[in-house]
T-cell receptor, first 110, second 113 residues
């Protein structure tokens, strides 16, 4: 099935560090979403982006909708242990289907 | 408000069997989507239901089917199970199909032996 390219695949960082991850696609999307999944649970929506160039924050999280509409970035500032999990980007097609990225596994060490 | 519930949480089946998974959306939500999550393929869209009608379908074989009831509860069925069907099956509900606020359930972990 179709997937978005998400990088990096995994990250091991120290508490307090900033984190950056991104998603790229060969297709244009009208909406970009970022989710976080904790072990044993379903993904939870973190940020939704609706316009090219849009920059949106949610606490220590900031995401941007790329100008080309084919990419998106998520930054986490001053990471804390509870940031551990798998982060997924998702793009919404014109058919309304959500296409998910391959995920970035984040590990935070004290 | 109760979240999305999925039953059962864990299931073990053998090849060739069939399985039915259930999803109860958040009260008032009428759109239900199903996803398959595997380590190798990530989250793959299966199908979406709204008002008892399948609105969208992913690229899965016909062995995968679903339905939605008048109370918005949804079931998905997989027939003639294969080893590769082992996965976490996630259900997500939203108020309406285009709502970006999709709330996911905890999933059903299916293991096919």
């Amino acid at each position: 099935g179709q997937q978005l390219n998400q990088s990096p695949q995994s990250m091991f960082i120290q508490e307090g560090e900033d984190v950056s991850m991104n998603c790229t696609s060969s297709s244009i999307f009208n909406t970009w979403l970022w989710y976080k999944q904790d072990p044993g649970e379903g993904p939870v929506l973190l940020i939704a982006l609706y316009k090219a160039g849009e920059l949106t924050s949610n606490g220590r999280l900031t995401a941007q909708f790329g100008i080309t509409r084919k990419d998106s970035f998520l930054n986490i500032s001053a990471s804390i242990p509870s940031d551990v999990g798998i982060y997924f980007c998702a793009g919404r097609e014109s058919t309304d289907k959500l296409i998910f990225g391959t995920g970035t596994r984040l590990q935070v060490f004290p | 408000k109760a979240g999305v519930t999925q039953t059962p949480r864990y299931l073990i089946k053998t090849r060739g069997q069939q399985v039915t998974l259930s999803c109860s959306p958040i009260s008032g939500h009428r759109s239900v989507s199903w996803y398959q999550q595997t380590p190798g393929q990530g989250l793959q869209f299966l199908f979406e239901y709204f008002s008892e009608t399948q609105r969208n379908k992913g690229n899965f074989p016909g062995r995968f089917s679903g339905r939605q009831f008048s109370n918005s509860r949804s079931e998905m069925n997989v027939s003639t199970l294969e080893l590769g069907d082992s996965a976490l099956y996630l259900c997500a509900s939203s108020l309406e199909p285009r709502a970006n606020e999709q709330f996911f359930g905890p999933g059903t972990r299916l293991t096919v032996l």
